[in-house]
């Protein structure tokens, strides 16, 4: 990589991230692990003949109650769409204003095999972000990672730094 020359005005920044890596989902509180055997539960019912790839989401609200979504694929592969996302427009699209959005989590796994590290893409974080800053409330997240271990994400922020954002688009004439 090429160095700055030293005359240019430049600040180099630094940026932290904070998560908690789990040995395995053993150590979730109870609601914790019921939202990520909800997102385990979930890709029973994806529909992914193109990729073999099953993804569950699972989103936990305010009431307590959960909504599971799944990756939906179509033959006209851009066509389909991830679990992350189903499961957030299905609760958005509701009549009245759905419960807020405690946490989250999301499971994969080959059509037929044990579960893999499934991490959002970066077209669901946006999304993800999106609705986290809606409610103006945090969103805690789960996700399996290598190894059996478990990561927790205290926001969906932390998740997508420099994104883009409602207040980066021009103002609507
Ligand atoms: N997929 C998701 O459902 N969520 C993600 O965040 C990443 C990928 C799905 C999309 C596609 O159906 C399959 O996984 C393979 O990419």
Do not use: K
Request: proline letters at 11%; a negative charge; hydrophobic letters at 40%.
């Amino acid at each position: 990589m090429a160095a700055l020359t030293p005359d240019v005005p430049a600040t180099l920044r630094h940026l932290s991230l904070r998560y908690h890596e789990f040995d395995s989902p053993d150590h979730l509180s109870p609601t914790e692990r019921q939202v990520w055997e909800a997102a385990r539960t979930a890709t029973a019912h994806s529909y992914a003949p193109y990729s073999g790839f099953h993804v569950g989401a699972a989103l936990l609200l305010e009431d307590g109650s959960l909504v599971q979504g799944t990756n939906q694929e179509n033959a006209a592969y851009p066509s389909g769409l991830c679990a992350e996302r189903t499961a957030l427009f299905g609760l958005g699209g509701r009549p009245s204003p759905p419960p807020r959005i405690v946490g989250m989590s999301v499971a994969g796994r080959p059509a037929a095999g044990d579960f893999t590290p499934a991490l959002p893409c970066g077209a669901c974080r946006q999304v993800m972000l999106e609705y986290e800053m809606r409610q103006g409330q945090p969103i805690w997240l789960l996700l399996p990672s290598v190894g059996g271990t478990v990561l927790r994400f205290e926001r969906l922020a932390d998740l997508l730094p420099f994104h883009f954002s409602p207040g980066d688009l021009p103002p609507r004439l």
